[in-house]
């Protein structure tokens, strides 16, 4: 089955830097790869995704960048800012009927002022 | 605004008790899931659900049983609940295969 494999586990920066956080998938059939935030005390949220038809999307400060060929795709944050502090997850899927999202094991950013 | 409401956020049980948690969202979603999530093991299905009276295994099935009478509403049960069943719980609803919309989540304590 899908395996989704996430890191680093935890990532530290300064306010103002850039974060990456990768992430790869086994099933060379995933089509649809979401990425999650999940603040404390709350349940995941989705924040960008992206479907294998593009290689990249970004949305003001976070990016995602997909290569099916090495099957990896990655999140960027750029211009980092406390309330960036959360759980980020990665997820991998078919977009087919009976599939659901494989989740990465998830990375603790703490973007420190 | 979609809205996904579990009936606690914080259960304590006796190892060995009947455990029922709910999940209600108001979005006539079709698609429904129960997820737990442990540090360092990220989010795992354990159960979900495409339509009424409809349930598919996820990746840890073991121990659990899941219930979906109405669409709106989708129970995860525990028969017998063990110590290893401590953690927090996690529905989340969707229409179509593509955004997610997670609960607040249930923390649960087994003892």
């Known amino acids: 089955g899908e395996n989704v494999e996430q890191h680093p586990s935890t990532l530290s920066v300064q306010e103002g830097d850039s974060a990456v956080i990768k992430c790869t998938y086994s099933?060379?059939?995933?089509?649809?790869f979401p990425w999650y935030k999940q603040e404390l005390g709350k349940g995941p949220q989705l924040i960008i995704d992206?479907?294998?038809?593009?290689g990249e999307k970004k949305d003001q400060r976070i990016a995602v960048t997909l290569n099916k060929t090495a099957k990896h795709f990655s999140l960027h944050i750029t211009e980092t800012q406390p309330e960036d502090s959360a759980v980020y997850f990665c997820?991998?899927?078919?977009?087919?009927?009976?599939?659901?999202?494989?989740f990465g094991k998830g990375t603790t950013l703490s973007v420190s002022s | 605004d979609v809205k996904v409401t579990q009936s606690s956020r914080y259960l304590v049980k006796r190892t060995g008790e009947k455990v029922f948690l709910e999940c209600v969202q108001d979005?006539?979603?079709?698609?429904m899931f129960w997820y737990r999530q442990d540090p360092g093991l990220g989010l795992r299905l354990i159960y979900f659900?495409?339509?009424?009276?409809?349930?598919e295994k996820g990746d840890i099935p073991e121990g659990y049983s899941v219930s979906r009478e109405k669409k709106e509403r989708f129970s995860l049960i525990l028969e017998s609940a063990s110590t290893n069943q401590t953690s927090m719980y996690l529905c989340?609803?969707?229409?179509?295969?593509?955004?997610?919309?997670f609960g607040p989540g249930t923390r649960l304590t087994v003892t």
């Open positions: 989340a609803t969707s229409r179509g295969y593509y955004e997610q919309y």
């Open positions: 099933d060379s059939a995933s089509n649809y």
């Open positions: 992206i479907r294998s038809n593009v």
């Open positions: 997820a991998a899927s078919r977009v087919q009927a009976g599939t659901a999202l494989i």
């Open positions: 979005m006539d979603h079709e698609n």
């Open positions: 659900s495409y339509d009424v009276k409809m349930k």
